[in-house]
């Protein structure tokens, strides 16, 4: 299903918790990457990592942190300081040109 | 960095109709631009690209032009049919592995049938 698997689907944080979305590809791609998507919005860039054990910050850096030990594997945290962590999240990993993406989370505060 | 602007944000049609969404980019080294679509709560998925060395694509329905000198590119969806609801992004990159996608803000196509 695309070679990128997002989980969970649907996640619920309460105030001041910090909490981990998943992102895994079987694609061999070098380059991932986290979106953050709100309602009628774009996509704005969260974390980018281009190589194992490297990473950059987006736009939005602010409140989450990533890692990237692995080629297939790119979690991205969602911190309490983030302070309005409700959205929609997208992973994608890039290739030479096409960008797959996964299924998406969406975090919700509660 | 790469900026790339999208127009309009929302986009009303009667089906059968044409459709015509534009974007802007700003870095003169970007050379290759896909158009996704987002259906409502899923995953954006390619529905075509174009690379600079080229000046129109179709594919279909769907086809994509660009002007390199003007730094713009723009979808056209003809005979449109409700099944084309959706957000399209348009974006840009230098083609390049592991090179950033950068995305338009969206727009919001509505087909009314």
């Known amino acids: 299903d695309g070679g990128i698997t997002q989980s969970p689907k649907y996640l619920f944080r309460k105030e001041g918790q910090n909490v981990t979305l998943s992102c895994e590809q079987n694609?061999?791609?070098?380059?991932m990457y986290w979106y953050r998507q709100d309602p009628g919005q774009g996509l704005r860039l969260i974390y980018y990592?281009?190589?194992?054990?490297?990473?950059q910050k987006g736009d939005i850096a602010e409140g989450y942190s990533v890692s990237r030990e692995k080629k297939e594997s790119f979690p991205l945290t969602v911190t309490s300081a983030q302070k309005n962590p409700t959205a929609f999240y997208l992973c994608?990993?890039?290739?030479?040109?096409?960008?797959?993406f996964g299924q998406g989370t969406r975090l919700t505060v509660v | 960095g790469e900026n790339v602007e999208q127009h309009p944000s929302t986009l009303s049609v009667q089906e059968g109709d044409s459709a015509v969404i534009k974007c802007t980019y700003s870095?003169?080294?970007?050379?290759?631009f896909p158009w996704y679509k987002q259906e409502l709560g899923k995953r954006p998925q390619l529905i075509i690209d174009?690379?600079?060395?080229?000046g129109e694509k179709k594919d279909q329905r769907i086809a994509v032009t660009l002007n390199k000198t003007a730094k713009h590119f723009s979808l056209h969806i003809t005979e449109t049919q409700p099944e084309d609801s959706a957000v399209y992004f348009c974006?840009?990159?230098?083609?390049?592995?592991?090179?950033?996608?950068?995305f338009g803000g969206g727009t919001r196509v509505l087909v009314k049938p």
């Open positions: 994608a990993s890039i290739g030479v040109t096409e960008a797959f």
């Open positions: 694609l061999n791609h070098d380059a």
């Open positions: 990592s281009q190589i194992v054990n490297d990473f």
């Open positions: 870095d003169s080294a970007s050379n290759y």
């Open positions: 174009i690379r600079s060395n080229v």
């Open positions: 974006a840009a990159t230098y083609r390049a592995a592991g090179n950033k996608l950068t």
